[in-house]
């Protein structure tokens, strides 16, 4: 079955499933099976290329004012994740969302909606969904970039965010096993490549993973038939799916 984007607020999903769309870049959709939807990092506009001449390799799958969240959650405050261009669009449709984000982030939207500060000691739940904040290590880039726990009926996705494979800063995610992780592959800008994503599902016995951060600008870089290759060699126990921008995949 194909699972369009568009269409996440009319689909019911089964039974301690999740379906994840991609939304291109680091952009993500999980919907779980509670009916709770949770966007991260969605990039939607041109607003790297105004800033800093990175243009799109492709369309944005949807419309802003088509995106559709309970909860948004934001790594980080470089602007493919942190959209400026798309902020007020996007909150004007989900006015009753929450917000989780580091404080740098938050600092930079200008709206009354429910923000939380990403903080470690400090998990978010709603509607049987407990979201946690973990470490990433993006360097002096942005040193309070973080990765986000996702947990419900004791299915856990983690999403790394953009960092590098620093074992003792992402020692507490491993330490959790997630069964799905989403990890950054593109190897720039001090990211994880496609050989040390795939060493990082190794050391998370990672069961599912799709990829993120590739494609979306050529500066970006990221091979998935690399990260696939990598994958094999080092974590043959986890299913990689790769998807194209707006498809969903049910896990």
Known sequence: MDFDVKQVGQVNVASNKIIVYWLGGSGFIFKFDSGITVCIDPYLSNSVEKLCGFKRLSLPPLHPCELRFDVL?????????LDADIIDDIFETNPDSYVIAPQSCLEKINHEQRFITAEPDKPFEICNLTVRTVPADHGDLSPDAVGYMMCMNDRMVYFTGDTALSEDVL???INVQPEIVIPCI???FGNLSEEQAA?????CNAKVSIPSHFWLFAEHGGSPQKFL???KRYSPQTKVFLLTPGQGQLI
Do not use: Y
């Not at 934001?74 to 994740?81: E, L, M, R, Y």
């Open 186 to 188: 593109n190897g720039a």
């Open 199 to 203: 060493v990082l599902l190794q050391k």
């Open 73 to 81: 959650l934001i790594t980080h405050d470089h602007p493919d994740h």
């Open 229 to 231: 290759d990598d994958a």
């Open 171 to 173: 020692q507490e995610a």
